[in-house]
């Protein structure tokens, strides 16, 4: 059962990442739609699972927004996140996110 509702979460993910940022947060947002009444704990532990294969497979960068804003202010480290990595934003403050890697071309 984890890996069906890690491969849901995976693709839901990626589907957002196509789109845009992707807050750290909007990993447990997704999980609670999907399996209400799930601890905390156990969401958290599915979405890391989900966070190192993305990071495993996928060419992605973490980054640190302000919410409400877009725009990069940093980075983060995501081997070695908090509880509190996973907890919705705060107004005016970082939270972890990540980003579809650039890739740079030449004219």
Not at 7 to 27: H, P, R, T
Not at 80 to 87: M, P, T
């Amino acid at each position: 059962m984890a890996e069906y509702a890690d491969s849901n979460l995976l693709q839901d993910i990626e589907d957002m990442l196509d789109v845009g940022a992707v807050g750290l947060y909007e990993f447990v947002w997704t999980l609670r739609s999907e399996r209400p009444g799930t601890s905390i704990d156990q969401l958290r532990d599915q979405a890391a699972r989900v966070l190192r294969h993305l990071l495993d497979t996928r060419d992605i960068e973490p980054i640190l927004q302000v919410w409400p804003h877009s725009d990069p202010v940093g980075t983060f480290d995501p081997m070695n996140l908090g509880l509190n990595a996973w907890d919705d934003p705060v107004l005016n403050q970082p939270y972890p996110a990540l980003i579809l890697a650039k890739r740079h071309t030449h004219p």
